[in-house]
């Protein structure tokens, strides 16, 4: 069966739906792993991207990942946190230039390198749970 335009838009938009539920409902905690998992799935279509010779630049993906990234750095309580807190806004930092370099250079190998960092951090935070 051949997807149509209007059940792609039905797709996205229960996808869409579905998520702001679980955000509306979520802890702190899930509401950030919900923002890793988010992450993960841009990076992954981005390599996914490059690996069919697509290019990456200004594409919805790249600017979604680039926004997660902003975003985990800007909700960091920079007061509580100490410590972790700075260490985390580095890796977030570093992470959006590694991404920044992979988009403009269209390199999935980086894109690959910076997905380990994010499943790295990402197991770390459930960790919490």
Same mark, same amino acid.
């Given at each position: 069966?051949? !997807?149509? %335009?209007?059940?792609?838009?039905?797709?996205?938009?229960?996808? &869409?739906?579905?998520?702001?539920?679980? $955000? #509306? @409902?979520?802890?702190?905690?899930?509401?950030?792993?919900?923002?890793?998992?988010?992450?993960?799935?841009?990076?992954?279509?981005?390599?996914?991207?490059?690996?069919?010779?697509?290019?990456?630049?200004?594409?919805?993906?790249?600017?979604? !990942?680039? %926004?997660?990234?902003?975003?985990?750095?800007?909700?960091?309580? &920079?007061?509580?946190?100490?410590?972790? $807190? #700075? @260490?985390?806004?580095?890796?977030?930092?570093?992470?959006?230039?590694?991404?920044?370099?992979?988009?403009?250079?269209?390199?999935?190998?980086?894109?690959?390198?910076?997905?380990?960092?994010?499943?790295?951090?990402?197991?770390?935070?459930?960790?919490?749970?």
């Amino acid at each position: 069966m051949t !997807a149509t %335009a209007s059940t792609v838009r039905a797709t996205g938009l229960y996808r &869409r739906l579905q998520h702001e539920s679980r $955000a #509306a @409902a979520a802890d702190p905690i899930e509401l950030v792993t919900m923002l890793y998992d988010e992450l993960e799935t841009a990076i992954g279509v981005l390599g996914s991207m490059v690996r069919q010779g697509q290019r990456i630049s200004a594409t919805e993906p790249a600017h979604r !990942a680039r %926004a997660i990234l902003i975003g985990l750095d800007a909700g960091l309580d &920079r007061d509580a946190g100490g410590d972790v $807190a #700075a @260490a985390l806004s580095r890796v977030y930092r570093s992470m959006r230039r590694k991404l920044d370099e992979s988009v403009a250079q269209n390199d999935g190998e980086s894109l690959a390198d910076l997905l380990d960092g994010v499943l790295t951090v990402s197991a770390a935070w459930r960790q919490l749970r």
